[in-house]
């Protein structure tokens, strides 16, 4: 993968409640997030990558099955994890 363990560390204190927090959905979303970024400059490029396409739609689908249990628990912490990652429905 193409972040770095102080990348991740960085994410994880930004979005989780400290640098070792991996489990926060706010923490999961945003490596979701960063990793799907990387994946669609990468199928820019090359468009016949269908595995990595396939791995790119899974993503995708965890990253909105997190957002919706966030959503349904903790509207604010929904709102605020969008708002940050600048997503959209």
């Known amino acids: 993968m193409h972040l770095t363990t102080e ?6 204190k ?3 409640k ?5 489990g926060s959905s706010e923490a ?12 669609t400059g990468h199928l820019k490029t090359n468009k016949k990558d269908f595995s990595t396409q396939r ?17 349904k628990i903790d509207i604010e912490r929904y709102r605020a994890i ?5 997503l959209r429905r």
């Not at 990348?7 to 994880?12: N, T």
């Not at 689908?61 to 959503?71: A, E, H, I, M, Q």
């Open 7 to 12: 990348q991740k560390k960085d994410i994880f």
């Open 14 to 16: 930004q979005f989780g």
């Open 28 to 39: 999961q979303i945003a490596m979701f997030t960063q990793r799907i970024t990387h994946l």
């Open 18 to 22: 400290s640098a070792v927090d991996t």
């Open 55 to 71: 791995a790119l739609l899974q993503l995708v689908g965890k990253r909105r099955s997190l957002l919706d249990y966030l959503k």
């Open 82 to 86: 969008v708002n940050t990652l600048g």
